[in-house]
């Protein structure tokens, strides 16, 4: 007898599924819950106190805000900044496309704290950014305090976040027809409205998953936040905060299950385009 | 070329300078000769790479981390990869959940799974240990593993493992001799950027901070909450060296395109 293994498929199926979604299970979900489940318990059993509290409290409710604002806003400007990119990467890069690329993901490769470190060196009082205004340019009097402002800890975040809408944005652009724009072109629309009304519209969806992406990252950035400061309260600032120093382990897991209904609802809108897309 | 396109790459041009140059000033300052961390820099030297080797913790959360990523990412492939063999070549609906579902840590806030790992580890009796660590970085490498090698695999028709099996050869057979050479650029590429993945991590490992488990970043925040001097740009640099020798390896494995495009 030879060891033939005649393994029915259902039996396959499970013995090369098994290990990684049972290792997700009580791994990843589990804690989740788990999580999510101290902040349904008080001291009389199952209570819902911690969400009525937290909801009608005026100062979490804008920390939600501040958390879903903060995240829109770096979107916005990110995608903003993302659509040029990959129409120069798709249509006008030609040969340098590739060392676009290398430039676009070598970023993403490199740590947060490294990141952060150029920021503040960059904008220290006495910084590159400051001496070029003041002393080279002569554009400014005195130099500007730049570091802790909420202007400064955004552009750390776009640049975190934009080469991921860069890169979703570029490969639906990739799969613009171009016939569609020289249809358009040949009957007589001009560029400008060839690429609003023909080209924009194509790629909406590869700017909606890329949006989606950005803003579900962001959401739950906070070592960005920490080091350089602005002065905002978001959620998972919040989160660092309890744990670090406050240490009300119940509030932290009230705040964290909200963030995750947030991003769960992300990934659900997020999994709807791409069926759209047909990935 | 018309205006318009100069506008375009004017403005990449700038796009590129605002990516690059924070980067930029970190690697130009790992090289000061000066004792604090400013630009431009007075001179050049290597004291604050050998600085690294000098401060105990650095070299101790350096070694920590590279075998964390080193099990992380072991531990991905052996639970990833016969996964993604199977999702590749299943069509039905419940196969796209499930991929979906193997997929999805990489959705979820960082802060909340380190947040609440540490708290389930903890009851499960693991503690604040390699251990734990090692099973939380698992959870998140291990999609990226599954996303490289699905991609792979898709890529690969079906007819040359058929072949192989029509012509005698047993499944076993059929993976060692035909399977697996094919995958092999999506599990290196997938165990790189899982490697990198767990190598950078700070929100999760921050949960699991001790003088056994502290990671690189860990103590590099720690660090630069007390000191600003250029050491902590030294070891970017080095790790930013990794990195790219790493991108340039995958690339030449499996097409730099394909790994970023979102699936």
């Known amino acids: 007898m030879t060891p033939t293994v005649n393994l029915s498929p259902g039996a396959r199926r499970a013995l090369l599924l098994a290990p990684a979604l049972i290792f997700l299970a009580v791994f990843f979900v589990m804690p989740l819950v788990d999580n999510s489940a101290r902040s349904f318990i008080g001291e009389g059993g199952f209570t819902l106190s911690r969400y009525t509290d937290f909801l009608t409290d005026s100062f979490y409710l804008g920390v939600i805000a501040e958390t879903v604002i903060l995240s829109a806003a770096v979107t916005l400007i990110s995608v903003l900044i993302a659509y040029p990119v990959a129409y120069v990467l798709v249509r006008k890069a030609g040969r340098f496309s590739g060392l676009m690329i290398f430039f676009l993901i070598a970023p993403l490769l490199t740590s947060i704290i490294m990141r952060t470190f150029g920021w503040q060196v960059l904008f220290a009082r006495r910084g590159l950014v400051n001496q070029w205004l003041v002393t080279d340019l002569g554009l400014l009097d005195a130099p500007l305090r730049w570091l802790n402002t909420p202007g400064l800890a955004i552009a750390a975040l776009v640049h975190v976040l934009v080469p991921f809408a860069v890169l979703s944005i570029a490969s639906v652009l990739q799969g613009v027809d171009r016939r569609l724009e020289e249809g358009a072109l040949m009957l007589g629309a001009s560029r400008i409205r060839t690429f609003f009304e023909v080209t924009l519209p194509l790629t909406v969806d590869g700017i909606g998953t890329g949006a989606i992406l950005v803003f579900m990252i962001a959401n739950g950035s906070f070592v960005t936040l920490v080091l350089l400061g602005g002065g905002f309260q978001t959620l998972p600032l919040l989160i660092y905060q309890q744990f670090n120093t406050t240490r009300d382990f119940a509030l932290a897991s009230t705040m964290s299950t909200i963030l995750l209904v947030i991003a769960l609802a992300c990934l659900w809108l997020q999994l709807r385009l791409l069926r759209r897309q047909g990935v | ?263």
């Open chain 2, 1 to 263: 070329m018309r205006l318009s396109d100069i506008a375009l790459w004017v403005f990449t041009i700038a796009f590129f300078v605002f990516m690059i140059l924070p980067i930029a000033v970190v690697v130009v300052i790992s090289f000061t000769e000066a004792g604090y961390a400013a630009f431009p820099i007075p001179g050049w030297s290597l004291k604050w790479f050998a600085r690294i080797f000098e401060y105990e913790p650095f070299i101790d959360s350096l070694i920590t981390s590279l075998w964390l990523g080193v099990v992380a990412t072991v531990a991905s492939c052996l639970l990833g990869i016969p996964a993604a063999l199977y999702l590749s070549r299943a069509r039905s609906g419940w196969a796209t959940a499930i991929t979906t579902f193997l997929l999805s840590p990489l959705s979820m806030p960082m802060i909340v799974i380190g947040f609440a790992s540490l708290f389930f580890l903890s009851a499960l009796g693991f503690g604040v240990s390699f251990l734990s660590l090692a099973i939380v970085h698992t959870v998140i490498c291990l999609p990226y593993v599954i996303r490289t090698v699905s991609a792979v695999y898709r890529a690969v028709p079906p007819a040359y493992e058929e072949a192989a099996m029509i012509l005698g050869a047993s499944r076993l057979t059929t993976f060692r001799e035909v399977t697996l050479p094919l995958i092999r650029p999506g599990i290196a590429a997938g165990s790189l950027f899982s490697f990198l993945t767990s190598f950078d991590n700070l929100p999760v490992s921050y949960f699991f901070g001790s003088a056994q488990t502290n990671t690189l970043p860990v103590v590099m925040l720690a660090y630069m909450e007390h000191q600003f001097d250029p050491s902590i740009a030294a070891l970017s640099t080095l790790q930013l060296l990794l990195a790219v020798v790493a991108l340039v390896v995958a690339d030449r494995l499996y097409g730099i395109e394909k790994m970023t495009v979102a699936t």
